[in-house]
């Protein structure tokens, strides 16, 4: 059960971490345009 926990606690970071990296690298270049 641990295991499944940590691993879910993993894949919910990633997922967060590349959403977050995603909208950044579209939106930095875009305010630092303007």
Do not use: G, I
Request: glycine content about 0%; overall charge positive.
């Amino acid at each position: 059960m641990r295991r499944w926990f940590e691993n879910r606690l993993a894949m919910l970071f990633a997922a967060t971490y590349v959403a977050a990296t995603a909208r950044a690298m579209t939106a930095l270049p875009h305010d630092e345009l303007t």
